[in-house]
Each structure stands twice: as C-alpha cells, then as structure tokens.
T-cell receptor
Framework: EPEVTQTPSHQVTQMGQEVILRCVPI?????FYWYRQILGQKVEFLVS????????KSEIFDDQFSVERPDGSNFTLKIRSTKLEDSAMYFC?????????????FGPGTRLTVT | GENVEQHPSTLSVQEGDSAVIKCTYS??????FPWYKQELGKRPQLIID?????GEKKDQRIAVTLNKTAKHFSLHITETQPEDSAVYFC?????????????FGQGTILTVHP
C-alpha cells in the first residue's frame, strides 16, 4: 500500500538556522498539506498546496515558512531562522481530491528540535 | 475560524466496554467529519469518516454518528481492546475553497485496561 514518506525523521538545529523538511506524497495525489504538532498538543494546520501554489495557510504560516514542489515527487517545507517555539513534530499529508472527499494520508512526521 | 471541541479529554474503560467520544464544531459549512487515531510517537491514522449526507456509518467495532443540526459528531468503539488505547482526534473539514484543511480537536486519551 502506498504511503507518504518524510525525511529526516528527526532534525536538530540551532536557533536562527534554516531547515528544510522533505515529503514524498502518494504518487497520484494532487493535494498536499503540512501540519505541526507541539508535544502533547493537538495537530495544527499550516498550509495546503494544489496546482503548484498555496491554497490556504494558517496564521502560524508566516513569512518564516515557505513550501515548494521542486520536482514531480517531493514537497518541501522550509523554515527560515528557526525559533525555539518551532520545535514540534511536522506532518506532511496528501489527498487524491480536495474537499469534500478529502481523505488525507499522513506521513510518519519529522521531529524538529530547535536548541 | 472553526472552533472544535472534544469531550472527554481522557477516557478510561475496561476491556470489553464501549467508549464514546463527542466532537462539537462551530462551522456550519463543515461537511466532512473524520476521526483519527494516534499512537504514541506515530502519525495520525484515519479510522473512520462520514460525510454530511449520512447520519451514521459503521465499520466493525467502530461507528460514527453525525448530528448536523446540533453540530456534533461522535465516535463509538464497542468491545474495546487494549490495542485501542491511543489519542483520538476529530478533524471536521469544509468544502468550498478550503481545499480540505482539517481542523483538529484537542484529542481524547483513551486507555483500555485489560
């Protein structure tokens, strides 16, 4: 069964550094998402992406964040100048269709630790 | 934006008992209602979902019921087993221009005691 994959599984970075989190969505999916989950808290929506552009973004997704689909398979989240509060688990998700039939499949996540 | 609340925040049951988790939402345009199960350190996994034109859906020991008028939907797990222990999240979503954004509740920690 196809799965969403993410790399790395764990990323440690120093405050102020830039990080790129990578995701490979399921191959026939057209809609891509990033969510984050601070330890012990709920999953929060960051951004959705369709047809090579951002469809929607949350208040969390400010100028520090950017997303890109650099080729036909990868979907990346870049965080510039990381802050301590960016420490969280970041999940990529993909779906075959957008609303309302939007069953989303999540990747295993990247744990980002900012020191 | 959408306001999503789950109750209870923690639920402890004996193996074989039933468990019910309720999710209330505020956005009347929501039309897709999934439940996700998340085990410790792992990804959220979709366990059941329902769309707004259906009132109830069942899949073996798991069921979801929807009350659109009252804006709530519930997860029902019967004959609970220790492997059902996890955090459960509801995540209603709307159609239109949202492109499937899921708004998660705060989660319910379910513990099933053998």
């Amino acid at each position: 069964e196809p799965e969403v994959t993410q790399t790395p599984s764990h990323q440690v970075t120093q405050m102020g550094q830039e990080v790129i989190l990578r995701c490979v969505p399921i191959s026939n999916h057209l809609y891509f998402y990033w969510y984050r989950q601070i330890l012990g808290q709920k999953v929060e929506f960051l951004v959705s992406f369709y047809n090579n552009e951002i469809s929607e973004k949350s208040e969390i997704f400010d100028d520090q964040f950017s997303v890109e689909r650099p080729d036909g398979s990868n979907f990346t989240l870049k965080i510039r100048s990381t802050k301590l509060e960016d420490s969280a688990m970041y999940f990529c998700a993909s779906s075959e269709q957008g609303s309302p039939s939007n069953e989303q499949y999540f990747g295993p996540g990247t744990r980002l630790t900012v020191t | 934006g959408e306001n999503v609340e789950q109750h209870p925040s923690t639920l402890s049951v004996q193996e074989g008992d039933s468990a019910v988790i309720k999710c209330t939402y505020s956005d009347s345009a929501s039309n897709y209602f999934p439940w996700y199960k998340q085990e410790l350190g792992k990804r959220p996994q979709l366990i059941i979902d329902i769309r707004s034109n259906v009132g109830e859906k069942k899949d073996q020991r798991i069921a979801v019921t929807l009350n659109k008028t009252a804006k709530h939907f519930s997860l029902h797990i019967t004959e609970t087993q220790p492997e059902d222990s996890a955090v459960y999240f509801c995540a209603p979503s709307r159609g239109g221009t949202s492109y499937g954004k899921l708004t998660f509740g705060q989660g319910t920690i379910l513990t099933v005691h053998p």
